[in-house]
């Protein structure tokens, strides 16, 4: 499903752009690399996490997959289900199936889950050749899907992440992903600042989510989010590259031993 090759990819640097910091000749600037030759195969069926200290390259790698604005891929492929990912705008990505779990959801005031939900199913239907979908079938789903993440039904009437706690944003996420069936799902941290309960919550919700058609690729710090979300493979990522690869008794060695240990013992 996903193929990438060598991906070297970074951010902008104006650190050193002179005055006001800015620059007339776009040709000047430079490429702060962060990613540094990521190398990762993931095929429909699968669920990898990747693990690492912060600073690692993790979310800007969740980025440059979805194609947020500010990032710039150096060299490199990354090919998804055949197709040149890097030559899609995240609009098109997201038509052919990926999504993104963000680490801090974002706030929406005026739109509510279901108006922002129902467009997004339906731009997804229309770019598969299909009538939008009723309201009648559109509602019904809305109730299947929200009992999947255990989201009241309120909540699918209120702005979306307006007034929400940060567990509710985040399995108002995971009530999304379950709304939009991506074939590649991106999960960037999910378990950042979830009590246990919720944690338990969320990740019950992508569990059941879970099948042979669709992949996972979870990014987390700690290995309790793998408890309940079992990986078929983990990845440490340490300075912009993938260190080492293994199942999940990796995670488990990386919680007793800390990521110094996978970069002292940096094999695949």
Request: no cysteine; aromatic share 8%; net charge neutral.
């Amino acid at each position: 499903m996903l193929q990438i090759k060598n991906l070297k990819a970074g951010i902008a640097d104006i650190s050193n752009t002179g005055f006001s910091g800015l620059k007339s000749d776009k040709s000047e600037r430079t490429i702060k690399e962060i990613l540094k030759g990521i190398n990762l195969e993931i095929k429909k069926g699968e669920t990898h996490a990747i693990m690492g200290p912060n600073g690692s390259g993790k979310s800007t790698l969740a980025s440059v997959l979805t194609g947020k604005e500010g990032y710039e891929v150096i060299s490199g492929e990354v090919l998804y289900k055949g197709i040149n990912l890097l030559e899609l705008t995240p609009e098109e990505r997201a038509r052919e199936g990926m999504f993104l779990a963000f680490q801090y959801p974002v706030e929406i005031p005026g739109v509510s889950n279901a108006n922002f939900l129902k467009t997004a199913v339906n731009e997804i239907r229309k770019s598969k050749g299909l009538d939008p979908i009723s309201s009648v079938n559109f509602l019904k789903m809305m109730k299947e899907k929200a009992a999947l993440v255990e989201l009241e039904s309120e909540f699918t009437t209120r702005y979306v992440n307006v007034g929400f706690s940060g567990g509710e944003k985040k399995r108002n996420e995971i009530f999304q992903l379950a709304m939009l069936e991506p074939e590649l799902a991106i999960l960037d941290e999910t378990d950042s600042g979830l009590d246990i309960d919720a944690l338990k919550i969320v990740s019950s919700g992508v569990n059941k989510l879970r099948n042979k058609n669709n992949a996972f690729l979870v990014i987390t710090h700690y290995q309790r989010l793998l408890n309940y979300i079992v990986p078929d493979f983990v990845h440490v990522m340490f300075d912009g590259k993938i260190i080492r690869s293994g199942d999940k008794e990796l995670a488990l060695h990386l919680e007793e031993y800390g990521y110094d240990w996978a970069k002292e013992n940096n094999k695949k």
